[in-house]
Protein backbone atom coordinates (compact mmCIF):
# COMPACT_ATOMS: atom_id res chain seq x y z
CA UNK A 1 0.00 0.00 0.00
CA UNK A 2 1.08 3.75 -0.84
CA UNK A 3 0.90 6.20 1.82
CA UNK A 4 1.82 9.52 2.29
CA UNK A 5 2.25 11.27 5.37
CA UNK A 6 2.48 15.26 6.07
CA UNK A 7 2.54 15.76 9.67
CA UNK A 8 2.08 19.77 10.12
CA UNK A 9 -0.82 21.03 9.01
CA UNK A 10 0.34 24.35 9.46
CA UNK A 11 3.98 25.51 10.04
CA UNK A 12 4.49 29.67 10.85
CA UNK A 13 8.21 31.07 10.22
CA UNK A 14 9.36 34.41 9.78
CA UNK A 15 10.69 36.09 6.81
CA UNK A 16 14.40 34.88 6.61
CA UNK A 17 14.27 31.51 8.56
CA UNK A 18 14.97 28.37 7.59
CA UNK A 19 11.67 26.58 6.43
CA UNK A 20 11.12 22.35 6.55
CA UNK A 21 8.28 20.82 5.31
CA UNK A 22 7.91 17.17 6.39
CA UNK A 23 6.97 14.39 4.19
CA UNK A 24 7.41 10.42 5.20
CA UNK A 25 6.07 7.85 2.44
CA UNK A 26 5.38 4.13 2.76
CA UNK A 27 6.05 2.62 -0.82
CA UNK A 28 7.58 -1.13 -1.32
CA UNK A 29 8.73 -0.04 -4.95
CA UNK A 30 10.98 2.39 -5.80
CA UNK A 31 8.85 5.59 -5.84
CA UNK A 32 8.60 9.15 -7.73
CA UNK A 33 8.25 12.03 -5.17
CA UNK A 34 6.89 15.27 -6.08
CA UNK A 35 6.12 18.68 -4.15
CA UNK A 36 2.98 20.22 -5.71
CA UNK A 37 2.41 24.06 -4.60
CA UNK A 38 -1.05 26.01 -4.42
CA UNK A 39 -1.02 29.59 -3.99
CA UNK A 40 -4.21 31.98 -2.57
CA UNK A 41 -6.68 32.02 -5.56
CA UNK A 42 -4.26 29.98 -7.97
CA UNK A 43 -4.34 26.31 -9.43
CA UNK A 44 -2.28 23.29 -7.52
CA UNK A 45 0.93 23.29 -9.49
CA UNK A 46 4.24 21.29 -9.64
CA UNK A 47 7.20 22.56 -7.75
CA UNK A 48 9.59 20.15 -8.14
CA UNK A 49 10.58 16.54 -8.49
CA UNK A 50 13.06 14.89 -6.77
CA UNK A 51 14.28 13.16 -10.36
CA UNK A 52 14.97 16.51 -11.32
CA UNK A 53 17.20 17.31 -8.44
CA UNK A 54 16.78 21.11 -9.09
CA UNK A 55 16.20 23.66 -7.07
CA UNK A 56 12.86 26.29 -7.30
CA UNK A 57 12.39 29.33 -6.12
CA UNK A 58 15.00 28.44 -3.49
CA UNK A 59 13.54 25.40 -2.75
CA UNK A 60 15.09 21.93 -2.53
CA UNK A 61 14.10 18.29 -1.70
CA UNK A 62 16.37 15.15 -1.31
CA UNK A 63 14.76 11.77 -1.43
CA UNK A 64 15.78 9.48 1.62
CA UNK A 65 14.99 5.75 1.17
CA UNK A 66 16.82 4.91 4.23
CA UNK A 67 14.11 6.92 6.18
CA UNK A 68 11.18 6.55 3.50
CA UNK A 69 11.20 11.44 3.52
CA UNK A 70 11.36 13.66 1.01
CA UNK A 71 11.45 16.81 3.30
CA UNK A 72 10.91 20.19 1.45
CA UNK A 73 13.86 23.03 2.70
CA UNK A 74 14.66 26.65 1.93
CA UNK A 75 17.27 28.17 3.65
CA UNK A 76 15.45 31.71 3.94
CA UNK A 77 11.83 31.99 3.80
CA UNK A 78 10.04 34.68 2.07
CA UNK A 79 6.63 35.95 2.37
CA UNK A 80 5.13 35.24 -1.12
CA UNK A 81 6.18 31.58 0.30
CA UNK A 82 3.21 31.11 1.91
CA UNK A 83 0.84 28.52 0.20
CA UNK A 84 -0.30 25.11 0.55
CA UNK A 85 2.09 22.37 0.36
CA UNK A 86 1.49 18.95 -1.06
CA UNK A 87 3.54 15.99 -1.42
CA UNK A 88 2.77 13.35 -3.39
CA UNK A 89 3.92 9.72 -4.45
CA UNK A 90 3.30 7.97 -7.94
CA UNK A 91 4.81 4.34 -8.00
CA UNK A 92 4.89 2.10 -10.33
CA UNK A 93 2.06 -0.30 -9.01
CA UNK A 94 -0.18 2.60 -9.87
CA UNK A 95 -1.78 2.15 -13.30
CA UNK A 96 -0.66 5.07 -15.16
CA UNK A 97 1.42 7.16 -12.29
CA UNK A 98 -1.54 8.86 -11.16
CA UNK A 99 -0.41 10.95 -8.06
CA UNK A 100 -0.78 9.89 -4.12
CA UNK A 101 -1.16 12.82 -2.65
CA UNK A 102 -0.89 13.82 1.65
CA UNK A 103 -2.86 16.00 3.26
CA UNK A 104 -1.16 18.93 2.97
CA UNK A 105 1.13 21.73 5.04
CA UNK A 106 0.11 24.90 5.13
CA UNK A 107 3.21 27.43 5.33
CA UNK A 108 2.64 31.15 6.92
CA UNK A 109 5.37 33.19 6.10
CA UNK A 110 5.10 36.64 8.59
CA UNK A 111 7.00 39.45 7.90
CA UNK B 1 -0.85 28.18 -24.21
CA UNK B 2 -4.55 27.93 -22.04
CA UNK B 3 -4.45 25.59 -18.98
CA UNK B 4 -7.17 23.07 -18.11
CA UNK B 5 -10.54 24.42 -17.82
CA UNK B 6 -13.33 23.43 -15.91
CA UNK B 7 -16.81 24.37 -15.11
CA UNK B 8 -18.80 25.40 -13.14
CA UNK B 9 -16.81 26.69 -10.75
CA UNK B 10 -19.44 26.25 -7.87
CA UNK B 11 -22.06 24.23 -7.47
CA UNK B 12 -24.34 23.73 -5.21
CA UNK B 13 -27.34 21.10 -4.93
CA UNK B 14 -29.43 19.16 -2.63
CA UNK B 15 -28.71 15.98 -1.39
CA UNK B 16 -30.15 13.19 -3.99
CA UNK B 17 -30.06 15.29 -6.95
CA UNK B 18 -27.82 14.78 -10.06
CA UNK B 19 -24.86 17.57 -11.00
CA UNK B 20 -22.17 16.99 -14.17
CA UNK B 21 -18.21 18.89 -14.21
CA UNK B 22 -16.86 19.22 -17.29
CA UNK B 23 -13.18 19.31 -18.42
CA UNK B 24 -11.50 20.80 -21.14
CA UNK B 25 -7.84 19.66 -21.04
CA UNK B 26 -4.57 21.45 -22.38
CA UNK B 27 -4.56 20.38 -26.32
CA UNK B 28 -2.51 17.51 -27.05
CA UNK B 29 -2.54 15.78 -23.61
CA UNK B 30 -3.24 12.41 -24.22
CA UNK B 31 -3.93 11.87 -20.32
CA UNK B 32 -7.02 12.94 -18.12
CA UNK B 33 -7.60 12.63 -14.70
CA UNK B 34 -10.52 13.51 -12.50
CA UNK B 35 -9.14 14.22 -8.21
CA UNK B 36 -11.55 14.92 -5.26
CA UNK B 37 -10.00 16.68 -2.02
CA UNK B 38 -12.23 16.91 0.52
CA UNK B 39 -11.54 19.85 2.85
CA UNK B 40 -8.44 19.28 4.88
CA UNK B 41 -7.65 16.67 2.76
CA UNK B 42 -4.83 15.92 -0.40
CA UNK B 43 -6.27 15.28 -3.68
CA UNK B 44 -7.57 11.91 -4.23
CA UNK B 45 -7.62 10.03 -7.71
CA UNK B 46 -11.21 9.30 -9.35
CA UNK B 47 -10.47 7.83 -12.66
CA UNK B 48 -7.64 8.58 -15.43
CA UNK B 49 -8.10 7.95 -18.79
CA UNK B 50 -5.37 7.90 -21.80
CA UNK B 51 -7.48 9.24 -24.91
CA UNK B 52 -11.19 7.96 -24.59
CA UNK B 53 -9.71 4.79 -22.42
CA UNK B 54 -10.01 4.04 -18.83
CA UNK B 55 -7.11 3.35 -17.06
CA UNK B 56 -7.52 3.38 -13.28
CA UNK B 57 -11.22 3.75 -11.65
CA UNK B 58 -10.57 1.77 -8.62
CA UNK B 59 -11.37 4.52 -6.00
CA UNK B 60 -14.30 5.66 -8.16
CA UNK B 61 -17.47 4.81 -6.01
CA UNK B 62 -19.68 3.55 -9.66
CA UNK B 63 -22.50 2.99 -7.68
CA UNK B 64 -23.12 6.87 -7.90
CA UNK B 65 -20.25 8.12 -9.87
CA UNK B 66 -19.51 8.30 -13.64
CA UNK B 67 -17.00 9.60 -15.78
CA UNK B 68 -16.49 9.79 -19.85
CA UNK B 69 -14.14 11.02 -22.50
CA UNK B 70 -15.79 10.81 -25.65
CA UNK B 71 -13.21 11.01 -28.79
CA UNK B 72 -10.13 11.60 -26.09
CA UNK B 73 -10.62 15.15 -25.19
CA UNK B 74 -13.10 16.95 -23.59
CA UNK B 75 -14.40 14.76 -19.73
CA UNK B 76 -17.64 15.03 -17.86
CA UNK B 77 -17.98 13.87 -14.22
CA UNK B 78 -21.22 12.62 -12.76
CA UNK B 79 -22.63 12.25 -9.50
CA UNK B 80 -26.05 10.49 -9.66
CA UNK B 81 -27.45 10.88 -6.34
CA UNK B 82 -25.70 13.21 -4.81
CA UNK B 83 -24.79 12.64 -0.90
CA UNK B 84 -23.81 14.89 1.75
CA UNK B 85 -20.42 13.36 1.80
CA UNK B 86 -19.83 14.30 -1.66
CA UNK B 87 -18.70 18.22 -1.05
CA UNK B 88 -15.55 18.68 -2.05
CA UNK B 89 -13.63 19.82 -4.57
CA UNK B 90 -13.34 18.48 -8.06
CA UNK B 91 -10.25 18.68 -9.75
CA UNK B 92 -9.49 17.91 -13.33
CA UNK B 93 -5.95 17.23 -14.67
CA UNK B 94 -4.16 16.62 -17.68
CA UNK B 95 -0.97 15.46 -19.15
CA UNK B 96 0.85 14.47 -22.56
CA UNK B 97 1.36 10.82 -21.32
CA UNK B 98 0.77 8.08 -18.51
CA UNK B 99 4.62 8.20 -17.22
CA UNK B 100 5.58 10.04 -14.11
CA UNK B 101 7.90 12.25 -16.02
CA UNK B 102 4.74 13.56 -17.61
CA UNK B 103 3.93 16.59 -15.33
CA UNK B 104 0.28 16.88 -14.55
CA UNK B 105 -1.57 20.06 -15.06
CA UNK B 106 -4.88 21.22 -12.97
CA UNK B 107 -7.64 23.28 -13.95
CA UNK B 108 -9.57 25.75 -10.82
CA UNK B 109 -11.40 22.73 -9.31
CA UNK B 110 -15.35 22.37 -9.16
CA UNK B 111 -16.44 23.54 -5.64
CA UNK B 112 -19.73 21.05 -4.58
CA UNK B 113 -21.94 21.71 -2.09
CA UNK B 114 -24.14 19.21 -0.97
CA UNK B 115 -26.74 20.42 1.78
Known amino acids: AQRVTQPEKLLSVFKGAPVELKCNYS??????LFWYVQYSRQRLQLLLR??SRESIKGFTADLNKGETSFHLKKPFAQEEDSAMYYCALSGASNSGYALNFGKGTSLLVTP | EAGVAQSPRYKIIEKRQSVAFWCNPISGHATLYWYQQILGQGPKLLIQFQNNGVVDDSQLPKDRFSAERLKGVDSTLKIQPAKLEDSAVYLC?????????????FGPGTRLTVL
Open chain 1, 50 to 51: HI
Open chain 1, 27 to 32: YSGSPE
Open chain 2, 93 to 105: ASSLGTDYYNEQF
